[in-house]
């Protein structure tokens, strides 16, 4: 580890929580160069819902490359990218309804969430954006100045970029959020401009596993509808099928104007992009641009991906079949250690796990799982909530195991933390 300690900027995070050097990867196993083998919950923080690896999309980059197909090709027309919008358009889209168009953008999250918020503000002619509270949306200026959580919103920044935060469904007990947010839309005098997009993950990944409603997206639609206000859902995160639906927001029912999309869509390999309603196409050519928009490679992967995972509802049903298995065993913790209140919540196969009675407790359980051979996260303002967030084509098998070595790693830290008690006293 000495060359990362010596040569690697002090700004490196995840190596910190998961000590070891990696070599190979396969599916929901990754492998160190020790040989040791570790399940993988986390997924590449939602990247790898097809897994590591996985062998449609490998042998399909392989007979790419092997063919010389091209790799970079700036914004120029390619089979890569005609395969994939084809695929995307027939297989996506026309199956649900949505009529969008689609623009690539550079290949991470931040560059599609800072090309929605230019084009929202393009369209309406208005400046402000409204977020919301622990919404993350990226660490470039732009996205970060919508992004709530506080470890990130460095004061050294000169500008805010004109935003405004108002309260997720849940985060205040006994408050409508909607009405709350409506008031303020509603009153000329309230000091919030009218935006010109609302920006919401419809479970917040980063922010802890805040799940919204069904009922209260729908709302929040309906205030965008009568405020002529641009819903753009940010699905980076939880898209791509991770709440069991391809779109995190299909059931939902609702319709939104932009949507972004960038970890899983490319089977693993960078790319982002935006979805958007055909009026609101009105770029002109070559306004937004950037090199690396479409990745040709990424195409072949997310087209495979595509074709593998979403021409029938297979992937659904898995989905939502080990969400049963994932919850069912989660409950069972949560009974086990009622003194510890904890709470968990999610879609699909995005969950929390949160120890209300102790915040803290969170990163050492991911610690100990990480010495039991098991990789999950922490979320949250304070890093107080576990993230499970595992491959979606995990096999049973392995998903069993790593919740039994999450159980027995959840047994380890509380036996130390009463232990520690007793000595206390
Ligand atoms: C990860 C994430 C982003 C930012 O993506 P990057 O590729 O890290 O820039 C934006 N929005 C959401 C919801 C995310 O989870």
């Known amino acids: 580890m000495r060359i990362f300690e010596n040569y690697e900027s002090e700004v490196r995070g995840y190596i910190r929580s998961f000590p070891t050097i990696f070599e190979k990867a396969k599916n929901s196993i990754l492998v160190d160069e020790q040989g040791v083998e570790y399940i993988d919950f986390f997924a590449g923080a939602g990247t790898l ?16 490359l092997k063919k010389d197909g091209v790799v970079h090709g700036l914004d120029m027309a390619t089979t890569a990218k005609k395969e ?3 695929s995307f358009q027939e297989n996506i889209l026309k199956p649900r309804n949505l009529e969008y168009k689609l623009q690539f953008t550079g290949p991470t999250g931040t560059n599609a969430v800072e090309t929605a918020l230019k084009l929202a503000r393009l369209v309406k002619g208005r400046s402000n954006i409204i977020s919301f509270t622990n919404g993350y949306h990226g660490l470039t200026q732009g996205s970060l100045s ?13 500008s805010r970029c004109n935003a405004a935060f108002m309260p997720y469904d849940g985060y205040f007990e006994n408050i409508d959020t909607i009405e709350y947010l409506r008031k303020f839309l509603a009153d000329g005098s309230s000091g919030v401009d009218t935006p010109a997009a609302i920006i919401v993950e419809t479970v917040q990944g980063e922010g802890g596993i805040n799940v919204a409603s069904k009922e209260w997206l729908q709302r929040l639609e309906a205030i965008c509808r009568e405020f002529d206000i641009l819903l753009i859902i940010d699905d980076i995160q939880v898209g791509n099928g991770r709440t069991g639906e391809f779109f995190s927001f299909e059931f939902a029912g609702i319709n939104p104007d932009i ?3 960038s970890k899983s869509i490319g089977g693993g390999l960078p790319m982002a992009m935006l979805l958007f309603k055909p009026e609101l196409d009105q770029w002109k ?28 509802d297979d992937l659904s ?11 069912k065993h989660l409950e069972s913790i949560v009974q086990k250690y009622k003194q510890y209140n904890i709470s968990i919540r999610g879609r699909g196969l995005v969950y929390g796990f949160e120890v209300l009675n102790d915040s803290s407790v969170a990163s050492e359980i991911s610690a100990k799982c990480f010495n039991n051979g098991l990789i999950v996260e ?16 995990i096999d049973e098998k392995t998903l069993k195991n790593g919740l039994e070595i999450f159980e027995k790693s959840v047994e380890e ?13």
Not at 378 to 393: C, D, H, M, N, R
């Open 285 to 312: 050519p070559g306004e937004h641009t950037g090199t690396f928009r479409g990745n040709n490679l990424a195409f072949v992967a997310a087209k495979t991906a595509i074709e593998n995972y979403w021409t029938n």
């Open 49 to 64: 819902n097809y897994g590591h690896n996985n062998e449609h999309i490998t042998n399909a980059l392989l007979e790419y």
């Open 84 to 86: 994939f919008i084809h």
């Open 146 to 158: 919508i992004t709530g959580n506080n470890e990130y919103r460095d004061e050294s920044y000169i």
């Open 378 to 393: 922490t979320a949250g303002s304070e890093g107080q909530v576990i993230k499970f967030l595992p491959p979606l084509i």
């Open 317 to 327: 049903k898995a989905v939502f079949y080990k969400e049963k298995i994932l919850k």
């Open 413 to 425: 830290v509380f036996l130390e933390k009463e232990k520690h008690l007793k000595m206390e006293f």
């Open 259 to 261: 949507v972004t999309l």
